[in-house]
């Protein structure tokens, strides 16, 4: 009898831990992909920038036939992240971020903001809005726990939340599942986003949502908190007949990352192509704003008739394209032995609709929370947060660079801003090199920067290009 192979071990162990079975067919079909050396890659010549969409702001949707959209749209937020790259153990979304509107209490968490967005939204519109959210094993008690205090936010006869899957990672030199005994759950990854359609159809969400008389749905990343309800741009896709819209925001100079809609030159076929999917050579012209002038937000708009019409005829497995990410089992440990990381991603989907679309939206519309940096942005002046949970630009967000080794991860950070984030109205970029412990009303100006060992910037300091 011959040893089993590569993808026998991981299909074992996946059914062994319980995960659904479309997530394993779809894990089998990528590992497939993986073995005959497909890479993902979607070369610059292949390709057409995508450049000719509808821009909200321009758009003329009545009033009615916004409020109708609305009435029939269900919000779902991808929850299960854990902030492991700012060292947190729980999800992200229970991360203190701002203030109440009324200044009262401790720090509200993105939950906390999500939830009052819905509610103002509900309040608003008379809508009944749904909030739904994709947890993982690892963020699903803590969330749950979280929205125990929020006893109106559940809708009748629909969840609250459903389980994201999980898989195992691959040893690098020969594709079987790796062991680690130092730390067993390393051995498993998140699928990446493209993983929300297997999810969907193993929980029966979308068959739910159809049976309590929805039809669209707009999902987004829980650390995203621009994503609010957005009457006029449900109003446009129910009005769009489309099965699916991605929004897009314009780049700018910080722009290096994230995912874009491109044409394929094949069949004239919206795709996406992730950083991952981007070939080194290609890197300079994916980036170029003159080109490729838009990014991807990771939000998205679903026709849930389209939807599970879809999710039946495929039993959950898209055709989305293999994106390998090489890791290490253990990512804080350089040393230890070399993985791949099978992913996807959900905004590739917009391949597989026929007729996707897209539209442009606001930047404010786009306001993620991946690293300390961001974090800063969002806690200080720059954003109010209004009486609908709005975050509101009263200035141009600049750019923050604070020293990794003191701040990167969230303690460190918290430590060194204890009196409150500096204002950052006036700057046009924050630069921290060294070790230093903001005091309260620091205010930055311009191109403000910090260097040298570290200190103390003192109560009522302001910072510019030469310090303080």
Not at 105 to 117: C, H, K, P, R, W
Request: aromatic share 6%.
């Amino acid at each position: 009898m011959t040893d089993p192979t590569g993808l026998e071990q991981a299909r074992t162990k996946m059914t062994q831990a319980g995960v659904a079975p479309a997530a394993i067919e779809t894990f089998t079909r990528f590992y497939h992909l993986l073995e005959s050396g497909e890479t993902g890659l979607i070369r610059e010549n292949d390709v057409d920038p995508l450049v000719d969409i509808p821009n909200r702001a321009e758009l003329t949707i009545s009033d009615d036939d916004a409020a109708a959209a609305l009435a029939q749209t269900a919000m779902l937020k991808l929850n299960g992240g854990l902030g492991t790259s700012m060292g947190m153990d729980q999800a992200k979304s229970l991360l203190p971020v701002r203030e109440a509107p009324d200044g009262e209490g401790e720090l509200l968490t993105f939950l906390d903001i999500i939830v009052g967005q819905v509610r103002a939204a509900r309040q608003a519109t008379g809508a009944r809005l749904p909030l739904l959210f994709m947890n993982s094993f690892r963020t699903r008690d803590d969330s749950l726990a979280a929205l125990e205090r929020y006893a109106d936010i559940a809708v009748d006869g629909l969840p609250v939340d459903f389980l994201q899957n999980r898989e195992p990672k691959l040893l690098a030199s020969d594709l079987t599942p790796v062991t680690w005994e130092q730390d067993p759950d390393l051995e498993w990854c998140p699928p990446g986003h493209g993983d929300l359609y297997p999810a969907l159809h193993a929980s029966g969400v979308v068959t739910a949502l159809l049976d309590a008389g929805f039809r669209y749905m707009c999902v987004s990343n829980s650390d995203n908190l621009g994503a609010t309800p957005d009457a006029t741009i449900a109003g446009w896709f129910a009005a769009s007949g489309a099965p699916y819209a991605a929004e897009l925001c314009r780049k700018t100079a910080a722009d290096v990352k994230g995912g874009q809609l491109v044409v394929r030159k094949a069949d004239g076929r919206i795709v996406q192509r992730e950083t991952a999917q981007t070939h080194p050579d290609d890197v300079a012209a994916s980036l170029d704003a003159t080109r490729h002038p838009f990014f991807h937000t990771n939000n998205l708009w679903f026709d849930l008739q389209a939807l599970a019409a879809e999710l039946e005829r495929t039993g959950g497995v898209l055709e989305l394209p293999l994106i390998r990410n090489d890791k290490t089992v253990d990512p804080s440990d350089s040393s230890s032995p070399e993985v791949v990381q099978i992913e996807s991603a959900m905004g590739a989907a917009v391949a597989v609709f026929e007729g996707a679309t897209a539209i442009e939206v606001e930047r404010s519309r786009f306001l993620p929370v991946k690293t300390t940096n961001d974090l800063l942005v969002l806690r200080s002046d720059v954003y109010t947060l209004t009486a609908d949970y709005r975050l509101e630009a009263q200035a141009p967000a600049p750019l923050v660079d604070l020293d990794k080794a003191h701040y990167k991860l969230i303690d460190g950070f918290t430590q060194r801003f204890a009196a409150g984030a500096p204002s950052l109205r006036d700057a046009d970029s924050l630069t921290v090199r060294g070790d230093w412990t903001f005091g309260s009303d620091v205010r930055a100006e311009g191109k403000a920067a910090l260097s040298g060992e570290g200190g103390t910037v003192p109560d009522g300091a302001t910072i510019g290009a030469e310090g303080f």
